[in-house]
């Protein structure tokens, strides 16, 4: 799995046509989200199964494409409240900071980080 970041025009359409383009080649988004930057741009960050594939396709398509890393996925106890907080402390006392954070359809926690190499070694309690 890959997180694709994406920057896209805060407009109307703008997450439409991303998802079209992807669609209509085959690439399904697992999880992620959009936030606003400001009123010209937006941060789109997706997991995807075949990430080389979906950045060919949204550069050729004029997507500016950020980058594509492998991130980090995790599973946390979700009947225990804090988990977001204890597995956020574990990274934060290995000094490493979390540049992204979401969702996947599966309710599992995808991070990308400054070190994903050590995120993945101190976060190994929530390997899924």
């Known amino acids: 799995m890959y997180n694709i970041h994406v920057v896209l025009s805060n407009q109307p359409g703008s997450l439409a046509k991303f998802g079209i383009v992807l669609g ?21 960050n997706f997991l995807v199964k075949n990430g080389e594939k979906a950045k060919e396709i949204l550069m050729k398509e004029g997507f500016n494409v950020i980058s594509l890393s ?26 490493i900071n979390i540049l992204v954070q979401y969702s996947d359809h599966n309710n599992r926690l995808i991070l990308v980080t400054d070190n994903d190499k050590l995120a993945s070694e101190v976060t190994i309690e929530w390997a899924v």
Do not use: M, T, W, Y
Not at 36 to 44: G, T
Not at 75 to 91: D, H, R, V
């Open 70 to 95: 492998k991130p980090v996925i995790r599973k946390l106890k979700q009947e225990k409240p804090g988990e977001l907080g204890s597995i956020a402390n574990a990274l934060f006392q290995a000094g």
């Open 24 to 44: 209509h080649h085959g690439i399904g988004l697992e999880g992620g989200g959009v936030l606003s930057a400001n009123k010209e741009l937006s941060h789109a």
